[in-house]
């Protein structure tokens, strides 16, 4: 199956969320995030997938959801969007290759950590959402205890999409 259309691509996208928010509630505390190695696992899938845009809306639609039903934080944005992105820039410019997914750590733990430190986290202080000041190296480790091991855990999951034939190697030369 190859992702040609724009609706393939929606469904696709929502279908990826919605395993997001299923997996919420495995998520683990640390600090005043929740963090959710299947949110990072899910972006990697979705990058070299749907590309940059479809996976940061993805990502960006399961924060919402998430945050709405109290199952992750505001910091699930800067947390997950710049992974997405990473992952699907790194795909459709110099990647070509599930190696892409791997790169997920590179957007979540050093541009969202630097996103958190800088601007959601003193926001967050200052509508009371969090109790104190963290800088970004707590963040960068935080985040990367999570989008490590969920990197992985999406590529892993690409290699068993393309051995299943569910998305094939084709769908590589085509520049997805």
């Known amino acids: 199956m190859m992702l040609r259309t724009r609706t393939q691509k929606i469904a ?13 509630p495995f998520s683990f505390p640390v600090g005043p995030t929740k963090c959710l190695p299947w949110q990072h696992m899910v972006n990697a899938v979705a990058g070299v997938l749907l590309g940059p ?3 940061a809306v993805m990502a960006t ?5 998430r945050y709405m039903l109290g199952l992750g ?3 699930a944005f800067p947390g997950g969007i710049p992974g997405a992105l990473v992952v699907g820039f790194t795909h459709r410019y110099l990647l070509k290759s599930d190696y892409a997914a791997l790169t997920e750590p590179i957007g979540t733990g050093l541009i969202g950590a630097a996103l958190s430190a800088l601007i959601v986290g003193p926001l967050a202080l200052g509508y009371g959402l969090i109790g104190g000041t963290m800088t ?4 960068a480790v935080y985040f990367s205890l999570s989008s490590i091991p969920g ?3 999406g590529f892993a999951a690409l290699l068993a999409l393309r051995r299943s034939r569910v998305f094939s190697p084709v769908d590589r030369e085509e520049g997805l």
């Open 151 to 153: 990197s992985v855990l």
């Open 61 to 65: 639609a399961a924060g919402v959801i």
């Open 136 to 139: 970004f190296d707590t963040f």
């Open 53 to 55: 845009w479809y996976a």
């Open 73 to 75: 934080t505001v910091f």
């Open 12 to 24: 696709v996208a929502i279908v990826l969320s919605a395993i997001v928010v299923v997996m919420s």
